[in-house]
């Protein structure tokens, strides 16, 4: 299998995209690290995988927390001696705007969903160079690092840091035979941190009419960290339905002609 004897970092591996990911690795023949801030749904996709037949361990920890990235990483790479491919995955989003978001709140998105990124990439990273043997990262992002929306003004600005990071960090790893991607998920199952519920997620402005769903971003990842993108490095995959080939967000964009109406 095109992962036999890689192991796999995934971050954030609980029930919805994270999870899929770390599924979808071990199918591919990886042993997956899952970690999430809640061990319990670290541990459930541990058993999902090892019930299907597949190598996992349960790595708990909180990515925005130097200190338990040093001790989740070093956990992975003293039990597995490498880790090959990482997936930033773990995000948080508070449903706030730039007029009612506090900074403790701004701080909080942004320590989890990009600095948590930084952390376990750099920490993950010195392990690969100083393994010497290369290896793969996938940074999931968003389309709302693309375009700005209403009452997410953290996270849409956390995304996009994202974005630019996975370039950064791809530039300063070539030499070290390191690729480093991201991945753009539009509205996918549930909303993170399953604030909005698949049943009530609108799909208008996704071109292709339905959700993404977790396997469309896991598959995406696969390709990313497999030889077969043995070429791509700093790049943004948008798996999407084609939302961000459209002109923007037709559900954030107020009916003005509703309004008119309603005024005359
Ligand atoms: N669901 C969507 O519609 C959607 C759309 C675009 C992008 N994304 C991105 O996809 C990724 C996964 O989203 P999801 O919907 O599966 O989210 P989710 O909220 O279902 O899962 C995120 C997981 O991260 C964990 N987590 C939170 N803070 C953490 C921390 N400090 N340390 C470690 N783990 C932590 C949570 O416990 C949770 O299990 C995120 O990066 C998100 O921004 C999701």
Partial sequence: MELDGKVALVTGAGPNIGGEIARRLALAGAVVACNDLGPQA??????????????????????????????????VVGSQERIDVLVNNAAITIPKGLLDCSYEEWCKVTDVALNGTFLVSQAVARSMVQRGEGGSIVNIAST?????????????????????????????LAPHGIRVNSVSPTKTGASVGGLQPTGARDTREIPLGRLGRPQDQARAVLFLVSDAASFITGEDLRVDGGSLATWGTRSQTPDLAASARQEA
């Fill in 42 to 75: 670290a541990q459930a996709t541990v058993s999902s995988i090892e019930e299907a037949g597949g190598k996992a361990l349960a790595v708990p920890g909180d990515i925005s927390d130097p200190a338990s990235v040093v001790d989740f990483v070093g956990q």
């Fill in 144 to 172: 709302s690092g693309h375009r700005g929306r209403r009452n997410a003004v953290a996270y849409c600005t956390a995304k996009a840091g994202i974005l630019n990071l996975t370039r950064a960090m791809a530039c300063d």
